[in-house]
T-cell receptor, first 112, second 112 residues
């Protein structure tokens, strides 16, 4: 089973709201990732967690705050977002950092 | 600079008309090359990982091949359900852990 789940599927929020995206995998993978994808563009890496520790932060604004509570869960906390942050947010996982990444279905985020 | 270029940007085929998608890459040292399929509004679906020149992998109507400078995704007798955007990504030795460098994708449309 190579399933990564993400909730919610869709999220609409105002610029003053606080919300969270959730990602879960039960494949025993030790690396988890957050990507942002705008329409007709490839995914852009935001964060990498390896063994529950943040290993890469690709200069993402502080209004995005990742959290890895355990080896199966990854959250992305959102606060004071801008309309240009509207995008498809993808979670992925891999056995280790250099292995094949498996993506979840994504959360479609709209910021009003 | 590590770079991935996919061609063509868009490809329209008739059902049963075989063709190939190209992924050219420039990396300091290839750790792995990955092919994904992405349907609109969904997360990328893993297809193949290739590690060394000469390697080939097949799955149903798809076959991926790898040389030292490029990879091809061959589609044999495609069906309308093969319509999607196909993404190629590479991972380089010495690159940031887990960092995939994506091409811009090839949008494939298969007409019945």
């Amino acid at each position: 089973d190579t399933e990564v789940t993400q909730t919610p599927k869709h999220l609409v929020m105002g610029m003053t709201n606080k919300k969270s995206l959730k990602c879960e995998q039960h494949m025993g993978h030790r690396a988890m990732y957050w990507y942002k994808q705008k329409a007709k563009k490839p995914p852009e890496l935001m964060f990498v967690y390896s063994y529950e520790k943040l290993s890469i932060n690709e200069s993402v604004p502080s209004r995005f705050s990742p959290e890895c509570p355990n080896s199966s869960l990854l959250n992305l906390h959102l606060h004071a977002l801008q309309p240009e942050d509207s995008a498809l947010y993808l979670c992925a996982s891999s056995r280790q950092g250099a292995d094949t990444q498996y993506f979840g279905p994504g959360t479609r985020l709209t910021v009003l | 600079e590590d770079q991935v270029t996919q061609s063509p940007e868009a490809l329209r085929l008739q059902e049963g008309e075989s063709s190939s998608l190209n992924c050219s890459y420039t990396v300091s040292g290839l750790r792995g090359l990955f092919w994904y399929r992405q349907d609109p509004g969904k997360g990328p679906e893993f297809l193949f990982t290739l590690y060394s020149a000469g390697e080939e992998k097949e799955k149903e109507r798809l076959k991926a091949t790898l040389t030292k400078k490029e990879s091809f995704l061959h589609i044999t007798a495609p069906k309308p359900e093969d319509s999607a955007t196909y993404l190629c990504a590479v991972q380089a030795h010495g690159g940031s852990q887990g960092n995939l460098i994506f091409g811009k994708g090839t949008k494939l449309s298969v007409k019945p």
